[in-house]
């Protein structure tokens, strides 16, 4: 049975490329900088980041976009020595093409695909080298709110340079349910293969396939159509969808998609938000494509990461709101520390200075050291996005705990020692039921802050559906970071630890 989640966390849109016996996953990351983590696996199980297609300023407009702009949906492909990731900056530049000799970087600054307005641009090529940008026919362009789909559409376009040499061309578009989108185009045998995602990103997700004689079409719906979908199921992994197929190493096929799990007894809310999974696929012997349900089967045991701040750069875990961490965050001034510096911007604010690592597990723990050195104001935060966060808060002597959800806040508060080293802590634990609806909630966040003498206070217990996919409706998922808001905040230690499985 295939492990899954594949890639845990906030990881949506995945798409895949087979490079000889090499394979590189991207993933979307809206508002976050760096941004398109690329992973390189040899065995479709175990990944390892090797860098970001965006790591630089002016790739994309991320510092200005509004929450859910950013980078949606990139494809990734390779022709000739060259990789290339196509995407939309949502609510920013536009559709663009990266490109990079190695897929870890570093990736080019970016060629916008001239008038073409719409989402999940695929990449093809036919035989005489022509390529193909397939796409969903939704804009998002900077300043026109998002309009009606208008399906699958594709043009084709000179890659230097980023001209559009077709006028679009309207394809196949699904079977009538709702948002036709996430196109990709295979050719296999004497057909032309369109795999799109229908039924939109939440509950109602699928995957459904056509085949035509040419990448234009026309093409013909499958007989099996949606051939993946959790919909009207109490499966674990729900919201299936938005799909890229690839040849396993031992010759067989497997679809990458997103879904999500969410958890409690209605299967309500998702904390993590959108993750990357992974199910084997297989061709009839007709020639239309199958796929297995998506199961659950997580990695066992407990997964750790910690980060003593040891290195003169931060890895590529790191990411921030709309800014580099190098902007806000160095840990090259002081060994072992991470030394935030604040701005005045608070969680609040579209660019905090927050050093945010996802939350990959439903049931995980955080927790990092302030040191006393420093007068700053900072902490330890969950956040969804500038509307929905947990922090933990150390200014002086006094330690505040505060829930912010859709303008709404409540704080708690601790005085500890101001001259020693404080562990902050959240604990995201299964729901008792205690003061909640049993069962109906993802779970609960512990905030807590424990002094040098052992002395653990507990400060609150958050019900945790408020950062959820279903209440945030942002694109994205939970992210714990260290802040700052004023002053220098140095941090040590920090370490996240979470187990797979069902919190409730
Ligand atoms: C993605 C699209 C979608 O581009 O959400 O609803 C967008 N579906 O496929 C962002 O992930």
Redesign the pocket.
């Known amino acids: 049975m295939r492990t899954n989640p594949l890639i845990a966390g906030f990881y949506?849109?995945p798409s895949v490329v087979k490079v000889g016996a090499d394979y590189y996953l991207v993933n979307?990351t809206?508002e976050y900088l760096p941004g398109i983590p690329v992973f390189h696996s040899r065995d479709l199980v175990d990944w390892k980041q090797i860098g970001h297609v965006v790591s630089r300023e002016g790739q994309l407009a991320s510092h200005s976009v509004p929450t859910?702009g950013g980078a949606?949906?990139p494809t990734i492909r390779h022709r000739d020595g060259v990789f290339y990731v196509v995407v939309?900056d949502?609510m920013g530049r536009g559709m663009l093409v990266f490109t990079a000799s190695d897929p870890a970087g570093p990736w080019s600054d970016g060629i916008v695909i001239d008038g073409v307005h719409g989402?999940?641009p695929d990449l093809a090529w036919d035989s005489d080298g022509r390529a193909y940008v397939t796409y969903?026919g939704?804009d998002?362009t900077s300043g026109n709110p998002p309009g009606e789909h208008a399906g699958i559409l594709q043009v084709t376009v000179d890659l230097s340079t980023g001209a559009v040499l077709s006028s679009p061309v309207s394809l196949w578009s699904g079977t009538g349910l709702k948002?036709p989108?996430?196109p990709h185009l295979y050719m296999r045998g004497e057909y032309w293969y369109l795999v799109i995602?229908e039924g939109?990103?939440?509950r109602g997700?699928g995957i459904s396939v056509a085949r035509g004689l040419h990448p234009a079409g026309p093409f013909e719906s499958g007989p099996g159509n949606p051939i993946l979908s959790a919909r009207s199921t109490a499966r674990p992994i729900q919201n299936t969808?938005?799909g890229d197929l690839v040849e396993t190493p031992d010759g067989g096929w497997a679809i990458v998609m997103?879904g999500m799990r969410p958890t409690g007894m209605t299967q309500a809310f998702s904390a993590m938000g959108?993750e990357t999974f992974i199910t084997d696929a297989r061709w009839t012997d007709d020639g239309w494509l199958e796929a297995d349900p998506v199961l659950l089967n997580p990695r066992p045991g407990e997964f750790v990461f910690s980060d003593s701040f040891e290195g003169s750069s931060l890895g590529l875990e790191w990411i921030g709101v709309r800014r580099y961490p190098s902007s806000f965050a160095s840990s090259s001034a002081l060994p072992g520390h991470v030394v935030l510096t604040g701005d005045g911007s608070t969680l609040d604010d579209l660019r905090p200075a927050f050093l945010g690592y996802r939350q990959q597990h439903p049931v995980a723990s955080a927790s990092v050291v302030v040191d006393p050195g420093a007068s700053g104001v900072g902490g330890l935060a969950v956040r969804y996005d500038e509307l929905h966060h947990y922090e933990v808060e150390v200014s002086g002597g006094v330690v505040t705990a505060r829930a912010a959800v859709a303008g709404i806040r409540q704080e708690w508060s601790v005085d500890v020692p101001s001259d020693s080293p404080v562990t902050l802590g959240l604990d995201f634990v299964a729901s008792t039921g205690e003061g909640f609806l049993p069962n109906l909630t993802s779970d609960l966040v512990v905030l807590s802050a424990t002094t040098t003498d052992g002395s653990r206070h507990e400060l609150a217990r958050v019900d945790g559906r408020y950062l959820s996919q279903e209440t945030a409706a942002s694109?994205t998922g939970r992210v714990i970071g260290l802040y700052a808001t004023r002053g220098e905040v140095l941090f040590t230690a920090f370490r996240y630890t979470g187990r797979e499985g069902v919190a409730l």
């Open positions: 949506p849109d979307s809206f859910l949606w949906a939309t949502a989402i999940d969903s939704l998002v948002f989108e996430a995602a939109g990103t939440e997700h969808g938005h997103l959108r694109f």
